[in-house]
């Protein structure tokens, strides 16, 4: 499957939230959808969920006009909205029935579910009896019980422990191992990191970044590499590097990272005038924490 964004806009009060947002999700290719806050984000989310309808734009589903009726959705939202004072098993079991599922198949699921989070002894409990972490696990739980075959995920990893965390990966992991599209949006870049094998970076209601993770980075690295020069300081090393040239040089904790843009040839006529032990030369990929960060800070130039 194919879900495709096309033009999006929508506003508000007169003030234009997004602007003409256009990106794809594909079936087993988990989609990353970042952004601060107030970039948009959710706005998007509900339209894919046709909480509310673009003022222009299209969704589109495999080349045709997106109905969520006829697919099974799963949603997490980042705002938590299930009921405190209503049993874990009434409450999954409610869900269960507005997504239209059949009760034999419901309460099958509910019980998988529940035994694989290890919830199964608070099924006739309330849920504010929960600790925050088991609420959360019930919250995730309502998003995939009807086995959908798009899961939208908004923060899902807010709240969770490390070891809960990694039985939500595991969740994922499965989807995607299902071919179903995954959509999910977290400020844990790591995660996104992990999982997504596309990116979209939004703000201020327009799409700044779109592709492939492993493309991007790849683009944003180009000609730029890590360098160590064994008994050197990185502020003796940069002051080097800059009697040679005019070069764009950031550090990290352990190396600086020099934009060379230049043919290799040259980058070691560089290293050779600068001398001393070359202890790492290597391309530089950024982490997606830095691809966030740098192109952010160039929309807000």
Known sequence: ????LIDINKSFS?????????FVARSGKPLGFLGRNGAGKTTTIRILMQVFNPDSGQVLLDGEEFDRSKYKIGYMPEERGLYPNVSVGEQLYYLGKLKGMETSELNQAIEYWLGRFELLDYKGKNLETLSKGNQ???QIIQSVINDPDILILDEPFSGLDPVNAQSLSQVIIDFVEKDRIVIFSSHQMSSVEEFCDDIVLINNGEIILNGSLNKVKAELGHGRKRLIIKD?????LKEKLLAQGDF???ADRTSL??????????????????????ELFSDYKPSLNDIFIAKVGEAHA
């Open 248 to 250: 764009h040089i950031e």
């Open 136 to 138: 959360q696990k019930i």
């Open 232 to 236: 050197m300081s990185q502020e003796e």
């Open 14 to 22: 007169g003030k234009h939230i997004l602007k003409d947002v256009s």
């Open 257 to 278: 990272i020099v934009d060379f843009n230049m043919p290799n040839a040259e980058v070691l006529s560089v290293l050779a005038a600068i001398g001393g032990e070359i």
């Open 1 to 4: 499957m194919e879900l495709k």
